[in-house]
């Protein structure tokens, strides 16, 4: 099957990630739909001024999944501290009950978990990437 590739001006790339967020302390904020769909609208329009294709935004009680597709000139850490500082604002401006759960605003937790995602696995990758060896010796 082959990649569903996306191109820039100089490059053609397939970047999937996908990024976990967790709320400080593990407090249990996306209970309320209303704070669900607040987060994922937010996340959305950030994405969107990012040139990022969000593909998926879940919720758990106290953390959320986001898998994005992103061009290779994408400033990752800037991107992901938008989406934590307005987010973040937004969630405790509209909704002062989350405020109050939390100590001294803050919202999100400092660390996240990032990784990227393929359209193969790693194991048929070394596969490809161990052939090459092979059919430049039957060029020789």
């Keep these: ?63 959320f999944h986001m898998l994005f597709k992103a061009s290779p000139l994408l400033n990752i850490p800037q991107f992901i501290n938008a989406v934590k500082t307005i987010t973040s604002r937004e969630i405790q401006r509209r909704f002062p009950d989350v405020k109050r759960e939390l100590w001294k605003g803050k919202f999100w937790a400092p660390s996240y978990f990032l990784a990227t995602s393929g359209q193969v696995t790693l194991d048929v990758m070394k596969r490809y990437v161990d052939s090459q060896e092979v059919k430049r010796n039957e060029n020789l």
């Design 1 to 63: 099957m082959p990649y569903e590739l996306d191109k820039g001006a100089h490059s053609v790339h397939s970047l999937s990630y996908h990024f976990i967020q967790v709320v400080k302390y593990r407090k249990k904020v996306f209970i309320n739909d209303a704070i669900v769909d607040l987060l994922k609208t937010k996340t959305r329009e950030i994405a969107e001024t990012f040139n990022v294709d969000v593909l998926e935004i879940e919720c758990d009680k106290d953390h």
